[in-house]
């Protein structure tokens, strides 16, 4: 779904607090929800999630109805937005899967096209029972916005948990990898690879439209192997693990460790 923009934030092993703590689970295929797969999924990111409360998290849904979880009444209030019968929980089993489409299809074919779809496991690096797609943390710098000719307010598409602001040049993160970066006075992260994309910043994000130009140009422009066996793919920004946890704010300073 989309999220919110914070000031501050505290992060842990898994990852910036309150962030993927919660998924859409398919009662017919015992599935995660993920905009992914867009054919199916895309009506998600007209959703937006906030943190209301240490315990809750308030959801907006694009007809202007706000729902508390939990609440009696919101599984429902998304099965018939996504029009299948789906469960909004943080007990998602082990074995779960997310579907993602082939980006490189959906370039070709169209969001709404029915293209090859893959299974993927969620949390491969991140601690048990995390709902992140990989890794607990995701990055992506000012310059590799630039590098796509891509004004600002692209963030959402690319769904950060942190934007780090540089007056480098090009795809800095992929220059990062292996490397430890100190985030403010007390967070300290390793990098590990870049982010592959998938079909997902070319979706209407709530307000912004579909722009297929924030696949394609990653594709063109920074198609690089991001893990041992697997070929090139499009890239943008820079998976991290969380070395040492703490409190992050706006204006913290980022350096290697």
């Not at 898994?14 to 017919?28: S, Y």
Request: net charge negative; hydrophobic share 45%.
């Amino acid at each position: 779904m989309l999220g919110e923009a914070l000031s501050d934030a505290t992060v842990d092993g898994r990852g910036v607090a309150g962030d993927r703590r919660l998924a859409v689970l398919d009662h017919d295929t015992g599935r995660v929800g993920s905009a992914k797969r867009p054919r199916r999924w895309a009506a998600l990111l007209g959703v937006r999630a906030t943190g209301d409360a240490p315990d809750r998290v308030r959801l907006a849904l694009p007809d202007g109805t706000v729902l508390d979880h939990p609440d009696a009444g919101l599984d429902a209030a998304l099965s018939r937005l996504l029009g299948r019968d789906v469960t909004l929980t943080d007990a998602v089993p082990a074995d779960a899967l997310l579907d993602r489409a082939d980006p490189d299809a959906v370039l070709a074919e169209g969001a709404d096209a029915d293209v090859p779809v893959t299974g993927n496991p969620l949390g491969g690096v991140a601690p048990p029972g995390s709902l992140v797609d990989f890794a607990p943390l995701h990055l992506l710098t000012t310059a590799s916005l630039d590098a796509l000719d891509l004004p600002r307010d692209a963030v959402p598409r690319y769904r950060p948990n942190l934007v780090v602001a540089t007056d480098a040049r090009g795809f800095v993160e992929n220059d990062w990898v292996g490397r430890e970066l100190r985030i403010g006075a007390e967070v300290v992260l390793r990098v590990l690879a870049p982010t592959p994309r998938c079909a997902v910043p070319t979706l209407a994000h709530g307000p912004l439209p579909r722009a297929p130009q924030a696949l394609r140009r990653p594709a063109e422009r920074n198609r690089v192997v991001p893990l041992p066996g697997l070929g090139p793919q499009p890239c943008v920004g820079a998976y991290a693990v969380v070395v040492r946890g703490g409190r992050v704010a706006v204006g913290d300073r980022v350096e290697p460790a």
